[in-house]
């Protein structure tokens, strides 16, 4: 089973900070996807990195994939609470897909 | 554009009934299709996935199974539901063509009673 760890599992941060959500496995993967999901919703998808080292970058979020191509951080500057959901990265390799753990982040106005 | 639907929307059902949980999608030919099972606020957890017709590859023991019985129809099913299938069900799709993006559904939400 190839596990990808999230962390932190929690952020509840005020409008107007930054923050970083990380992923991390010790598996290599084809490409990485971050995925933003609402209560009782799926999850929608915001990006996908492909190449080891790539930076993607939507409106204040930021995405990179690791040199390796085993871990991905996702950057939020300046957050609103627009933000506020749960993120999750997940790893793809041939027709399957390893969902992570999960970050469930709050934006206090 | 591509669409994906899944019904019901929410279920209550008794232990020791069947289920059936239905996913559908639009607008694209022969595509992967997947169900997951999500814990509230948690990852997801693969259930079953699907190449095509007829192909079901599952990758966790359970009280459930899949049927694929056509091109864009992926079905869930229980013969006799535990407490333990309470949850939320989501249905996907990505692309056969090694496409590294997929595609969700609403969800259902089961809760056993």
């Known amino acids: 089973t190839q596990l990808l760890e999230q962390s932190p599992q929690f952020l509840s941060i005020q409008e107007g900070e930054n923050l970083t959500v990380y992923c991390n496995s010790s598996?290599?993967?084809?490409?990485l996807q971050w995925y933003r999901q609402e209560p009782g919703e799926g999850p929608v998808l915001l990006v996908t990195v492909v190449t080891g080292g790539e930076v993607k970058k939507l409106k204040r979020l930021t995405f990179q994939f690791g040199d390796a191509r085993k871990d991905s951080s996702l950057h939020i500057t300046a957050a609103q609470p627009g933000d506020t959901g749960l993120y999750l990265c997940a790893g793809a390799t041939g027709n399957q897909f390893y969902f992570g753990t999960g970050t469930s982040l709050t934006v206090i106005p | 554009s591509q669409t994906i639907h899944q019904w019901p929307a929410t279920l209550v059902q008794p232990v020791g009934s069947p289920l059936s949980l239905e996913c559908t999608v639009e607008?694209?030919?022969?595509?992967?299709l997947y169900w997951y099972r999500q814990a509230a606020g948690r990852g997801l957890q693969l259930l079953f996935y699907?190449?095509?017709?007829?192909?079901i590859s599952s990758e966790v023991p359970q009280n459930l199974s899949a049927s694929r019985p056509q091109d864009r129809q992926f079905i869930l099913s229980s013969k006799k539901l535990l407490l333990s299938d309470s949850g939320f069900y989501l249905c996907a799709w990505s692309g056969d063509r090694g496409q590294h993006e997929q595609y969700f559904g609403p969800g259902t939400r089961l809760t056993v009673t």
């Open positions: 699907s190449v095509g017709i007829g192909q």
């Open positions: 607008g694209t030919s022969n595509p992967n």
């Open positions: 598996s290599v993967f084809s490409s």
